[in-house]
């Protein structure tokens, strides 16, 4: 028992990458800047791009040991809000739609100062549906959240999770 036990904390120490959070992070990286993401769509609550820098600072201080700096990090994130569209999903016979679908595009520029091959440039979408019956009104504070969290997890996953 002691002998498995030293020889998976050998393994595990000797990686210098791996962590349990599910991230790819070399030991050399210590900080993290989210430059503030702008809003350019039409479209969406005014406070979204507000919302979605929160989410995005948040989740990596959650899931994370880097140290999050206003500039300068280690690694950089920074965009744009380029879609916000409601689309029917769900078309019917009656040319109406059964859902329709709320869609939100960010654009993300991932630079790794001490990487430079795990930098990119892409966009990233999400969306949910919702019953024709309701409206974007009704949906939209409880949509939008959930959209962006999902958003967040995926730039993260890219950024920091290499994956």
Do not use: H
């Amino acid at each position: 028992m002691l002998l498995a036990l030293l020889v998976s904390q050998f393994l595990l120490n000797s990686c210098g990458i791996y962590s349990f959070s599910g991230t790819s992070l070399s030991p050399d990286i210590k900080s993290v800047t989210v430059v503030n993401f702008t809003m350019a769509t039409a479209g969406g609550p005014s406070n979204m791009a507000l919302q979605f820098n929160e989410k995005m600072k948040e989740y990596y201080q959650r899931n994370t040991s880097l140290a999050l700096l206003p500039s300068n990090g280690d690694m950089q994130l920074e965009g744009t809000i380029t879609g916000y569209e409601v689309i029917p999903a769900a078309p019917t016979a009656n040319d109406q739609a059964a859902l329709n679908r709320l869609s939100i595009t960010i654009q993300v520029k991932f630079t790794n100062n001490k990487d430079e091959e795990k930098n990119f440039d892409q966009s990233f979408s999400f969306f949910k549906d919702f019953p024709q019956n309701q409206t974007l009104n009704q949906v939209e504070s409880r949509l939008v959240p959930l959209i962006l969290d999902q958003l967040v997890q995926d730039i993260f996953n890219k950024s920091a999770g290499d994956w």
